[in-house]
């Protein structure tokens, strides 16, 4: 599976920005997809996933504000975020894992090249 980000950018805070990840090869139903992002000097953290089979999973610290969705038929997976804050500026990545839901960095087998979200004051 290759995976794709797109939709970063600059936006105030309160301000919306919706994410993409584009997918290709075989199976996309199959595999779990998750967001995860990574602010400068910061560990890389979970963000948000939708598993193969439909469950929703969300950090504390987004829910409420992001929304993650899953198009099989396009092979893509979205993120809404809405009431951004600066402390969500960091550079987001999409990845994939099979047939799970485990959501630890390194539990996914698949990553796409980040893209970056600045959130100004």
């Known amino acids: 599976v290759q995976l794709q980000a797109s939709g970063g950018g600059l936006v105030q805070a309160g301000g919306s920005l919706r994410l993409s990840c584009a997918a290709s090869?075989?199976?996309?139903?199959?595999?779990?997809m998750a967001w995860f992002r990574q602010a400068p000097e910061k560990e890389r953290e979970f963000v948000a996933a939708?598993?193969?089979?439909?469950?929703?999973y969300y950090a504390d610290s987004v829910k409420g504000r992001f929304t993650i969705s899953r198009d099989n038929a396009e092979k893509t997976v979205s993120l809404q975020m809405n009431s951004l804050k600066p402390e969500d500026t960091a550079v987001y990545y999409c990845?994939?894992?099979?047939?799970?839901?485990?959501?630890?960095?390194?539990?996914?087998?698949?990553w796409g090249k980040g893209t970056l979200v600045t959130v100004s004051s």
């Open positions: 090869g075989r199976s996309f139903s199959s595999y779990s």
């Open positions: 990845a994939a894992n099979r047939y799970s839901t485990r959501w630890y960095a390194g539990d996914m087998d698949y």
């Open positions: 939708v598993s193969w089979s439909g469950g929703i």
